[in-house]
């Protein structure tokens, strides 16, 4: 009788997985389902719902909750596959001695757990989160919250508000008052678009992101700190991390966008957030141990500098346990939200980065990160 392994896809900060048909790990859903399955391998993959902002603790009592709802019924092994702050939950939830959940036991199931990979993870922190902590970092990125699910449902964002919000990042030094009523004006227009229940759900999502957004100082420099010093690795675990290294704004990066003036525009958005990223203080970058600091040199040819970054992490903030492949790549494309709407489903993108990834990069991450939760178990 063959042994039946469970995959949780955790999501990142903002996963929107709760949104109907705007699915957050949708390409990546089906190509892991899909490969397994060709490697005759009985899996299980199973897309986590978390709150979007909460607290690493909150997020993974939201992992916790669904793993015992769709595995309790054997004692399968469990992987759990993080992007950006789901590599974190994923992290917690293997931690021994965790406590993050009154009306679940975690223990039966985090010893179950035989593989945790994180994909852009901000293991040493952010300092995009520390940008968004203030008021005006706060109201922009509930719009460019909006943004990624307007483009997803769209395929594009309207002329006239790319135009606005570029004119609005071109005066990013004017009073805040300016440019809230902007940017609440922006959101107004875009809001409007969705269907009436499609809008509600998104209002509520939104509603909830603002109700509880405890989560953005923990993935601060700082804040990360405190996470890494009372989180400790499980014996017996397999950690991996996926590293995502992106172009930093050029003329070349602005040239590969494309004349279209809506690649332009939503490039300066990427422009934008990037200058935040290279913001990591020399002090908070880790140590790396000789393996990784080698599969860093071997995928980008040189050991990525302080500033390098995927536009929302920095690059050696993502490293953990063995580096399984690196890749250029921004922060989103490592979960197929990248430019090829000639495939099938579409892939759509809305961080215009000029990476140059598409699909069979995306497969290739993918298949490696598939060998990574097969491997032989090691001895316990």
Not at 163 to 183: E, I, P, V
Not at 300 to 315: E, F, H, Q, R, S
């Amino acid at each position: 009788m063959s042994v039946k392994h469970h995959v949780y896809l955790v999501p990142g900060f903002f996963g929107f997985t709760n949104l109907g048909e705007l699915l957050y790990f949708g390409h990546a859903y089906e190509f892991l389902k899909q490969d397994l399955a060709r490697r005759g391998v009985d899996a299980e993959v199973v897309t986590i719902v978390s709150h979007p902002t909460a607290s690493i603790r909150q997020r993974t009592a939201d992992l916790l909750k669904a793993v015992s709802e769709t595995a309790s019924g054997d004692d399968g092994p469990i992987h759990l596959v993080g992007h950006s702050t789901g590599g974190l939950d994923a992290r917690l939830f293997v931690s021994p001695g965790a406590q993050v959940s009154d009306a679940l036991e975690l223990e039966p199931f985090a010893r179950r757990v035989r593989s945790v990979v994180t994909l852009s993870a901000p293991h040493a922190g952010t300092p995009l989160a520390t940008f968004f902590l203030g008021l005006f970092g706060q109201q922009l990125l509930k719009l460019l919250s909006l943004f990624t699910m307007y483009v997803l449902r769209f395929g594009r964002l309207p002329l006239s508000v790319v135009f606005r919000f570029g004119h609005l990042m071109s005066r990013a030094d004017d009073q805040l008052g300016w440019k809230a009523t902007l940017l609440d004006q922006l959101f107004d227009q875009l809001l409007g678009d969705f269907s009436s229940e499609r809008r509600d759900a998104v209002t509520k999502f939104l509603w909830d992101v603002g109700r509880d957004t405890s989560l953005i100082p923990q993935l601060t420099p700082e804040g990360i700190d405190l996470f890494n010093g009372g989180t400790h690795d499980r014996p017996g675990v397999r950690y991996g991390s996926v590293v995502t290294q992106a172009r930093p704004p050029s003329l070349r990066t602005r040239l590969a966008a494309g004349l279209d003036p809506y690649a332009q525009l939503t490039h300066t958005i990427y422009a934008f957030v990037y200058g935040q990223t290279q913001r990591m203080p020399l002090t908070q970058l880790p140590l790396h141990t000789p393996a990784q600091t080698a599969a860093l040199v071997q995928a980008y040819g040189a050991m990525p500098g302080p500033t390098a970054c995927d536009g929302i992490v920095p690059t050696r903030s993502q490293v953990y346990g063995r580096v399984l492949t690196a890749v250029r790549a921004d922060h989103l494309d490592a979960i197929g939200h990248f430019d090829q709407p000639a495939h099938q489903p579409p892939h759509v993108d809305w961080l215009i980065s000029g990476s140059g990834f598409r699909r069979p990069q995306f497969e290739a991450m993918w298949k490696t990160i598939g060998d990574f939760l097969l491997e032989e178990e090691p001895t316990r």
